[in-house]
């Protein structure tokens, strides 16, 4: 074979290209000119220079092409085209590139080789690809040994060897052993030479796919990525990340399937602070114009809440408060490194059954970024962050728990009751300071969990009591319950007209048929449905051809079916003022608006990206004004603070001014917003608290007892029937108020008696109406003086150790009275059976064998 047959040298090709690539780096238009980027990392002292590759598109198609397709062959030449016009351009006096390598990284549009884990497939071995994620963890930064210099000291001379592995570059050369070598050929021992050996930083990192993206049931998938020279430390566990890298195999896994990661090229962070990172929806001009226009209405705060979640019948202020939670507040870091959150947190409590769970979906489907989790199926570690031990190098690592990868996110917590009081330990600093601070397995770190917190649970007793206050109700510390801003009690009450309203737009919900479809049809599963509502891009391409669908409308056709419960809220909004006359009228004409769920999404991330209102001076009056009266004021009749009252209250106040400001687009914080909050604010802050009726439980006590003693006057075993028909009875009259006493008198328990003493008696007695009548001082030797002696004693016991207490025995009550009485004015057992007696006459107390119960 002559020497003209054989093909060209690697070198020639090397050469031809790496010509190509510096023509391309040192030529200059109208859009790109990389020799001021060379001269500005020269400047910076970088070592990476990133490349557009549309630019490279432009200039040389088929060489784009090369590095998509055979990056192995074109990545070197043009990382020493890159070295050439460096040694070229370079000052001397300010630069020094010695041992210093240089190298491309690449941005811009990737076509199909856009991929993402779930996407990754064989084809793409060898490859040039882009990959969105999150970032779940990061190894340590290790040094990698690239070169290593030994001298041997018989001999006087040095020697050097270069180590590869598969992970070391993106050429084809083959690895060599990791072993530095002891002797040298003739056997004579070596000494290693630190000081002159070369390393390399280097880090691998997990990427998963974005929670938002993965469909639902199935497991999200992840890759492993390596990380070498500058761009090791890029990226956190948490962080969105846009990575360009070469898909390789390196081999060495188990039963045929090769290992495979991602030799990384360039890394973009996607998480900003204005969340940018978020899969977002694209915004057309039509879009924003559609926006500003319906921000201008005075009831969009209303259109909003009301179009969130239109299956779920009422609940008028709690979608509001999900409206204003995925809006948010401003947050605020100031110079001296205090970090005031602007996301909001909210709880649900309530009884079974009244659309708790629906809520959080909602949310779940409309914000950019939420994760989904129960209390039950949560750990701590799995909610903040976990340190794990990596099983090929046996070093600590750190994985990101569900509140750090929902960072600038919601986060909805389900069956928020059941989760163990060690793991709700670990929110804490979450849901104030915004933080995971790890410090276990040596490893000392914090990480950003910036997210709003949703979360709905069950009272203690499964079913909310109305008779107990809210803290009773609720098992849950103060110091969790004052990071909550809202806390919303929903109770299931019994309504005739309610629950028939409710009925009907269940059922007519259930009639509903999609267009298209005939009624008996069966339905097939559909695999591919995710959990979030259609990406309106999506929907907006998918339109008909002839139609314009940027300029669709962003409202929803009326569905009797499914928009019966807007047909109810807007006939009793009708006259509210907070509704505009043009909106009256359409609402009085029938005509009722609703905003569909994609232009919803689209609003609340186009008043997300706003810059965040600022705090008017009037909103700034009124909220402390606020403030100072709750703080101060006492609850009106029967009603309970459902949370304590702490500075994050007033937080609370100007957190959901400012996110009501922003559903308007305004650019300040008015009174108005302030006064918004505060009606919210109040709804939730306040319960009220039912008393039972005395004289149904006296009558059912002496029900519950015939039936004990049974028809022949017998004790009968029916004690815990009856308990259980008193339960029942009692919550069928929780809503009946008390009946009237037949005569007014003065209760030895009521606030007016408690200032009763033992020698103002005789006023006790010319005052009280129900005093002993004539002719009955001598019966059974009791007095009147000793008879309200008798009851000032048990009022004062009432008041205090037996404040809590419902039921005692005859015999510890009369001790207790007796107690600090001298011998010859304590009470017998007789006079104590004749008080007892004649109070349980007055509806005042039950005395039924030989046990004590209040009425």
């Not at 084809?172 to 072993?179: E, F, K, Y």
């Not at 709700?424 to 104030?432: D, L, Q, S």
């Not at 302030?674 to 008393?691: G, H, P, S, T």
């Amino acid at each position: 074979m002559s020497l003209l047959d054989e093909p060209v040298a690697q070198d020639d090709l090397m050469r031809d290209r790496t010509r190509v690539f510096e023509e391309f780096l040192d030529s200059e238009t109208d859009f790109y000119n990389y020799k001021a980027d060379i001269a500005s990392m020269l400047r910076l002292d970088q070592h990476r220079l990133i490349v557009n590759i549309d630019d490279l598109r432009d200039y040389r198609r088929e060489f784009a092409d090369g590095l998509f397709k055979q990056p192995v062959e074109f990545l070197p030449a043009f990382d020493e085209a890159l070295l050439q016009i460096v040694q070229r351009v370079h000052d001397r006096e300010k630069h020094d590139i010695e041992s210093k390598t240089y190298r491309v990284g690449f941005s811009g549009s990737f076509g199909d080789h856009q991929v993402s884990p779930r996407t990754l497939r064989a084809a793409h071995l060898g490859r040039l690809i882009s990959l969105e994620g999150i970032v779940t963890r990061c190894s340590l930064v290790r040094p990698k040994m690239l070169k290593s210099v030994h001298f041997c000291p018989e001999t006087r001379l040095f020697h050097a060897r270069e180590y590869r592995d598969a992970t070391s570059s993106t050429s084809n050369l083959p690895p060599t052993s990791s072993v530095t070598p002891q002797t040298d050929d003739e056997g004579h021992p070596l000494q290693t030479e630190y000081g002159h050996c070369v390393f390399r930083d280097h880090q691998r990192i997990s990427i998963q796919e974005m929670p938002e993206r993965a469909p639902a049931g199935q497991l999200p998938r992840s890759t492993d990525v390596i990380l070498d020279d500058d761009l090791v430390d890029k990226c956190k566990p948490g962080d969105r990340i846009q990575l360009v890298g070469v898909y390789r195999s390196v081999g060495g896994g188990a039963g045929g399937a090769f290992k495979s990661l991602i030799l990384a090229n360039n890394i973009n962070l996607l998480s900003s602070k204005s969340g940018g990172g978020i899969a977002q929806t694209p915004l057309t001009d039509s879009d924003i114009r559609t926006i500003n226009q319906l921000s201008k209405r005075s009831d969009i705060f209303h259109l909003l809440s009301q179009s969130l979640a239109p299956s779920i019948y009422g609940h008028k202020q709690i979608k509001e408060a999900v409206v204003l939670l995925l809006l948010g507040g401003a947050e605020k870091n100031l110079p001296n490194g205090t970090h005031i959150r602007g996301d909001i947190n909210m709880l649900m409590v309530g009884d079974p059954s009244t659309a708790k769970s629906q809520v959080l979906r909602f949310v779940l489907n409309t914000a950019l970024l939420a994760i989904a989790t129960t209390g039950r199926g949560s750990s701590g570690v799995g909610l903040t962050a976990a340190v794990t031990t990596d099983k090929d190098t046996g070093e600590r690592r750190l994985e990101a728990g569900a509140m750090v990868l929902a960072d600038r996110g919601v986060v909805c917590i389900d069956e928020f009751d059941k989760m163990s009081d060690i793991d709700r330990v670990a929110i804490h600093e979450v849901m104030e300071q915004q933080t995971v601070t790890i410090a276990k397995a040596g490893i000392h770190t914090t990480l950003n969990a910036r997210c709003s917190v949703i979360a709905a649970a069950n009272p203690i007793y499964g079913q909310y009591d109305v008779h107990k206050d809210p803290h009773k109700n609720i098992a849950l510390p103060d110091s969790l319950l004052s990071r909550f801003d809202l806390l919303f009690i929903v109770t299931d009450d019994v309504d005739e007209t309610r629950d028939r309203q409710i009925a009907d737009h269940v059922l007519r919900m259930h009639r509903y048929l999609p267009p298209g479809v005939e009624e008996g049809t069966p339905v097939f599963d559909s695999l591919t449905q995710q959990l979030s509502v259609e990406n309106p891009a999506e929907a907006q391409a998918a339109t008909p051809a002839g139609t314009d669908g940027a300029d669709a409308s962003p409202f929803e056709k009326f569905d009797p079916l499914l928009h019966f419960g807007f047909t109810d809220e807007a006939r009793r909004a009708a006259g509210g003022d907070a509704i505009s006359g043009r909106t009256r009228r359409k609402k009085k004409a029938g005509k009722v608006e609703i905003l569909s769920i994609a232009f919803v999404k689209k609003y609340l991330q186009y008043a997300k990206s706003k810059p965040a209102p600022v705090l008017t001076k009037g909103a700034a009056d009124h909220i402390v004004n606020v403030y100072a009266t709750l703080r101060n004021e006492q609850a009106e009749g029967n009603q309970k603070r459902t949370s304590p009252l702490t500075a994050r209250t007033l937080e609370t106040l100007i957190r959901l001014a400012t996110a009501h400001a922003k559903a308007r687009l305004s650019a300040s914080v008015t009174e108005r917003d302030a006064m918004a909050a505060e009606d919210i604010l109040r709804f939730a802050l306040y319960k009220e608290v039912l008393k039972r009726d005395r004289n149904l439980k006296k009558r059912r006590l002496n029900e519950g007892e015939a039936r004990r003693r049974g028809p022949h006057g017998s004790d009968g075993s029916d004690s815990e029937s009856s308990d259980e028909e008193e339960e029942d009875a009692d919550a069928t009259q929780r809503m009946e108020p008390p009946a009237p006493a037949k005569a007014k008198s003065v209760a030895p328990w009521g606030d007016e008696s408690q200032d009763v003493d033992m020698d103002g008696a005789t006023q006790v007695q010319a005052s009280a109406p129900a005093a002993v009548p004539a002719g009955a001082a001598e019966e059974g030797g009791l007095r009147p003086r000793r008879y309200d002696l008798f009851r000032t004693r048990l009022a004062q016991l009432f008041s205090s150790t037996l404040q809590d207490e419902e039921t005692f025995y005859f015999a510890d009550l009369l001790k207790a009275v007796n107690e600090g009485l001298a011998a010859d004015v304590a009470f017998t057992e007789v006079e104590a059976t004749a008080v007892v007696q004649r109070m349980s006459d007055a509806n005042e107390l039950m005395l039924s064998d030989g046990i004590v119960y209040k009425i």
